[in-house]
């Protein structure tokens, strides 16, 4: 994403190109690698990259804080990608964002929870977020459908800083683009008792990386900051692949932003 040659890569890491590609793909290593001299040629933080390389992973979170919050992880073909389903627990109305890879999933807990779809958000149109879409929407026809306002997606598009009620919930975006161009992070406050306001980055950011991207990366990355990293630092940060995550960990550990 920041144009670096491949083989200036793989010599900082003292490794041949076929080594890299190998690297890459397998996530193993041929040898114990010293990463600290790859990091500014990266644009990461060293002694965050090492720390992520020594295993740092955030802290589990309790999502029982949250009680009408779901994460559903779909899988296929190797890939697992989470969809989010929030809701309010007196009027049981519900909002979809994203929709994974297993449709099923998104209708039974709907059905076991006893909700009415209202809305549905999409962070991004990378098939993975919304291969289940026409059969949601199929079985829901009467929810909205919202998307960036650069989505391809026809209907709906986000104006910035709209909010949505859901009930007692409160639904906000922001445009998020740099992993995809229709990127799309949703934020969800007021929560009962409390409970910390929620981030729907889609792949914006990940726990410890963000999203890959062709290029652009330095506008990505502020845009991150700017829009998602600015939340207040207890906002519990869902993104559509790995950990779960906060913005006060994001702040202190990943490497994108040292
Ligand atoms: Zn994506």
Redesign the pocket.
Known sequence: MHGVPADAVAKSLGLTTPELKAFEQSGTPPRTLDFVPVAPLLKLSAPRLENLLRGWHPPAVDLTLWRELRQLTSHRDGLSVHCYLVWDEVTREAALFDTGLEPDLVLNAITENDLTLRQIFVT?S?F??IDGLEVIRARHPRAHLHTSAASALPQHRNKPNDFLQLGSLRITNRETPG??EDGATYIVGNFPEDAARVALV??ALFAGSI?GMGGGGDAARAKIREQILSLPSDTLLCP?HGPLTTVAEEKEHNPFFG
Do not use: R
Request: proline share 0%; no cysteine.
């Open positions: 991004h990378h993975d977020h992993h995809a889609g792949d999203g559509g």
